[in-house]
């Protein structure tokens, strides 16, 4: 059973930055990708970011330049720094694996981690 295990959130000012960390129990995505998406109220859900076994990464046009996608393959580890921080960033942000890029269709989720940023 895959598990994914989300860390990182908080509560920033406008301005700040976050690094969220997503560590997946088995390494599932080779041939897909590990990505973060996002829940806002009253918003459409979003995927934020995501990433393939090469490294290569593509990011949502609303945060393109504020954050950047990274991998530590030897700990299952995806890490994701947000940087200049917007009030709309707000929201549960949710970690998956095996999926395709920023498609919504992974097969596997966290448990999600919450950034309010003020």
């Known amino acids: 059973h895959v598990q994914l295990v989300e860390s990182g959130g908080g509560s920033v000012q406008a301005g700040g930055s976050l690094r969220l960390s997503c560590t997946v129990s088995?390494?599932?995505?080779?041939?897909?990708?590990m990505g973060w998406f996002r829940q806002a109220p009253g918003k459409e859900d979003e995927g934020v970011a995501s990433i393939d076994g090469d490294g290569s990464t593509r990011y949502a046009d609303s945060m393109k330049g504020r954050i950047t996608l990274s991998q530590d393959n030897a700990q299952n580890t995806v890490y994701l720094q947000m940087n200049s921080l917007k009030p709309e960033d707000t929201g549960m942000y949710y970690c998956?694996?095996?999926?395709?890029?920023?498609?919504?269709?992974?097969?596997?989720w966290g448990q999600g981690t919450q950034v309010t940023v003020s």
């Open positions: 998956a694996s095996d999926g395709w890029w920023l498609l919504p269709e992974y097969n596997y």
């Open positions: 088995e390494y599932t995505y080779s041939n897909f990708c």
